[in-house]
């Protein structure tokens, strides 16, 4: 057992990418759905190993090849990124069995197989960003990931769907070159890629080669920032996340911006932030205008917003803008909001969006003009809708109210109420477009395209209620999400210059 537990590191990437390859030599979807279920399923089982071992013993180091760092890869789990393993591959297995009447609803059979092998990789890719420690093998990760992220769009029904998934090809290359950009400079200064050894030598190297340092911060910036759809560079995500096949954006949604906001952290606080006074640099002087313009501006294109799924998509560049306003306060309750929203935001959206998946199953559509009277057809559907909304607005006893709590403390302890002040009122324009679906839903006559709709199959309703429960339960008992996220914080935090 000892053994199989030293491999948990590299198990962790090897299981999903093996069933990718797997996956694609099948040929039905159902056997392909029932592989890539069995896979996913071992994945939250090592996150969470690797984090009791972490939070037990301290940091995990696993060398690649019998290679010792800096000169080999290295696998390196801490406190942050298992917590962003346990939530990936988590987030993902709960989803898996809604995905077996979705994806056979809104893609061929003879491209199911297909599809669930570019969800394996993905899955691979993200779990890869999420546990290296190299910054070559990061971009190596992003790119499988984002390569297998482009085919999962392009299978979507809508036409459309194509055009979206060459768009994100566009804006995720030029993010991708923006990023390798941004290490190779690092390289030239340092003469290393492994993150631990490049942050040890960056505060020599920046004495003597400051404009390089500086400019690979702003490659890594825009490159990752793309990534993670910070405003104004999202122009990819609502096109993606509307067109893109249901289990496909649910999944999206929950997990791909989160990791990019992990590595994000990564790069600004255990390599820079170690080495450099991250206080000294533009990050937050960049951040701040960009969150908060996210945070109005997105929140209110989603307000006018006929589909569903785009008006999901622009709210979640707003709540990206919260997360990435943790981030730019820089102190611990700032942080501890931005990290928590991370986790929230995934179970929240991820209910949303599953929720809508099966409006589309049964409908066949989720424009909000033809949902009429959906709350009394749909009834278990649209309450984990409303309830979701609800965590998204920041409503006490919610998982979203203890994101905002934290990050309107941080606000105040670093001395800008203005800034508490809007967290609240971005809050509200919330409640105007999650109000709207309300409205229809409810207090509309029954509409002809949900008049014969009702709740889907148990196996994607239990999904479903399964985030919608735990975006509430996550309000209630913080102790895994905020505690953990607090504890992060501070060792982020503690770690600075």
């Known amino acids: 057992m000892s053994a199989i537990t030293a491999q948990l590191p590299g198990l962790q990437v090897v299981v999903p990418l093996l069933g990718a390859i797997i996956a694609a030599f099948m040929r039905r979807g159902t056997l392909a759905w029932a592989w890539a279920t069995l896979i996913t399923a071992f994945t939250p089982i090592i996150a969470f190993a690797l984090l009791f071992q972490v939070w037990s013993n301290g940091p995990i180091s696993y060398h690649m090849g019998g290679w010792p760092p800096p000169i080999g890869i290295e696998y390196r789990v801490d406190l942050l990124n298992a917590f962003v393993l346990v939530l990936v591959s988590l987030v993902s297995t709960i989803m898996m069995p809604y995905a077996r009447r979705s994806v056979a609803h809104e893609i061929d059979g003879d491209k199911q197989a297909w599809f669930y092998a570019m969800y394996l990789l993905c899955l691979a890719g993200l779990l890869g960003i999420a546990i290296t420690g190299d910054a070559f093998n990061a971009f190596v990760f992003l790119e499988i990931s984002s390569l297998s992220t482009y085919v999962m769009i392009a299978m979507g029904r809508d036409r459309r769907a194509l055009v979206a998934s060459y768009q994100y090809l566009i804006l995720g290359t030029i993010g991708a070159t923006f990023y390798v950009i941004g290490v ?115 929140s209110i294109l989603a307000v006018y917003e006929q589909n569903l799924k785009r008006m999901l998509a622009y709210s979640s560049v707003a709540q990206i803008g919260y997360i990435t306003l ?126 014969h709709a009702k709740d889907p199959p148990l196996m994607m309703l239990v999904p479903m209620l399964a985030l919608t429960f735990a975006s509430v339960y996550f309000g209630i008992d913080t102790e895994l999400s905020a505690g953990v996220a607090s504890r992060i914080a501070e060792l982020l935090i503690g770690g600075l210059k």
């Open 184 to 298: 190779g400079l690092l390289y030239l200064v340092t003469g290393s890629l492994n993150f631990a050894d490049i942050a040890a030598r960056l505060g020599e190297a920046s004495a003597a080669f400051p404009r390089p340092v500086l400019a690979g911060l702003a490659f890594l910036f825009v490159g990752i920032s793309l990534k993670l759809a910070l405003f104004p560079l999202h122009l990819w995500l609502p096109n993606a996340y509307a067109y893109a096949p249901s289990f496909a954006t649910a999944f999206l949604a929950a997990t791909a911006t989160k990791v990019a906001v992990y590595l994000f952290l990564r790069i600004a606080f255990s390599i820079y932030g170690v080495a450099l006074d991250l206080k000294a640099l533009p990050v937050s002087t960049v951040l701040y205008p960009l969150s908060i313009a996210a945070m109005f501006i997105a």
């Open 326 to 451: 943790g981030i730019a306060l820089m102190n611990q309750a700032g942080l501890t909001g931005g990290i928590v929203h991370l986790f929230n935001h995934a179970l929240i959206k991820g209910a949303l969006f599953l929720a809508l998946g099966a409006v589309m199953y049964r409908a066949g559509t989720v424009k909000l003009d033809d949902l009429g009277g959906i709350g009394r057809t749909m009834p278990l559907t649209f309450a984990a809708f409303v309830l979701a909304g609800m965590s998204l607005m920041g409503v006490p006893g919610t998982a979203g109210f203890i994101s905002k709590y934290y990050l309107i403390v941080g606000a105040l302890d670093a001395g800008k109420w203005p800034v508490a002040f809007l967290i609240v009122a971005s809050s509200l324009i919330a409640l105007l477009y999650i109000g709207r679906a309300v409205e229809v839903a409810y207090f509309r006559p029954v509409s002809k395209a949900v008049a």
